[in-house]
């Protein structure tokens, strides 16, 4: 029974620290996204223009995740914006948060 209640506690523990650590949609863009998306390097649609965005967004928000997760061919867009610890639910709510400047 013991062991059990160690387990427990440490199972606990991991959840508690992966929590605090967790970094937002808006951490995670200034981490890995804002130095392309900023100042639109290499053609790259800025954060909130509107312009840029319109016909992208028209496309999908599942067409936009599978650019962000996958990369873009032919672009200077890499998988994940070149930021592999990223999950694939970290990258769509980046996204989600790039769509939603755009608005």
């Given amino acids: 029974m013991k062991a059990f209640y160690v387990a427990v506690i440490g199972a606990t523990s991991l959840l508690a620290v992966a929590s605090v650590n967790a970094a937002t949609p808006e951490e995670n863009y200034k981490a890995s996204c804002s130095a392309c998306h900023d100042a639109g390097v290499a053609g790259a649609p800025k954060l909130g223009d509107k312009a840029a965005w319109a016909p992208r ?36 709510a980046i996204v989600d948060l790039m769509m939603a400047k755009a608005k």
Wanted: a positive charge; zero cysteines.
């Fill in 57 to 92: 967004i028209k496309t999908g928000k599942e067409a936009l995740y599978k650019s962000g997760i996958n990369g873009k061919p032919g672009t200077a867009m890499m998988a994940k914006g070149g930021a592999a610890s990223l999950s694939d639910a970290d990258v769509k």
